[in-house]
């Protein structure tokens, strides 16, 4: 079965400091892809990043970077120099391959404040 | 670049009524999803949906829910006789193929008095 942990239900940071967001996953399947998303107060998802099981490389996009590890089944990410905007609710998440397409399962969620 | 559509974006429905949340997918995906996330919880899946049938459902999909294509385009989640606990942010996913990522709709925030 899968699950997604996010250990950290809320963090504080004041504006400018670098923030991580823990995730942790199970899964049995070889094929999975890993999301985050985020949630700002209005509610809707925004897609943040999409990473598959075979591609461990790290990614850097702008303030954002994601921390692919297999070996302890973890996809962290980081922000930068976090601002006030990136205050929200981050939701890790997994999907696997089944033969219908995969649906997701996702974390309980990371909310952010960043204070000015 | 092309989005995925839900309507209305919030329904104030009484206890007991249905509700019917529609979604019009991006033209050429195939795959459709229902998730629902209850206030200050995680977003939990519903229901896919493939070739005019449903492909998986999860626990909380009970007999009171369904879903149809009824003209091909829009994909509806109905709730019948809905309880105080239906309330929730109900957002659907749609993608073209099995391998792509789902594009999720910005939602539906469902109030049941």
């Known amino acids: 079965a899968q699950k997604v942990t996010q250990a950290q239900t809320e963090i504080s940071v004041v504006e400018k400091e670098d923030v991580t967001l823990d995730c942790v996953y199970e899964t049995r399947d070889t094929t999975y892809y890993l999301f985050w998303y985020k949630q700002p107060p209005s509610g809707e998802l925004v897609f943040l990043i999409r990473?598959?099981?075979?591609?461990?490389q790290n990614e850097i996009s702008g303030r954002y970077s994601w921390n692919f590890q297999k070996s302890t089944s973890s996809f962290n990410f980081t922000i930068t120099a976090s601002q006030v905007v990136d205050s929200a609710v981050y939701f890790c998440?997994?999907?696997?391959?089944?033969?219908?397409?995969?649906?997701?399962?996702f974390g309980p969620g990371t909310r952010l404040s960043v204070l000015p | 670049e092309p989005e995925v559509t839900q309507t209305p974006s919030h329904q104030v429905t009484q206890m007991g009524q249905e509700v019917i949340l529609r979604c019009v997918p991006i033209s050429n995906h195939l795959y459709f999803y229902w998730y629902r996330q209850i206030l200050g919880q995680k977003v939990e899946f519903l229901v896919s949906?493939?070739?005019?049938?449903?492909?998986?459902k999860s626990e909380i999909f009970d007999d009171q829910f369904s879903v149809e294509r009824p003209d091909g385009s829009n994909f509806t989640l109905k709730i019948r006789s809905t309880k105080l606990e239906d309330s929730a942010m109900y957002f659907c996913a749609t993608k073209e193929r099995s391998n792509q990522p789902q594009h999720f709709g910005d939602g539906t925030r469902l109030s049941i008095l």
């Open positions: 990473r598959n099981s075979f591609d461990e």
């Open positions: 949906f493939y070739n005019n049938e449903i492909s998986e």
């Open positions: 998440a997994l999907s696997e391959e089944k033969n219908y397409g995969q649906n997701f399962v």
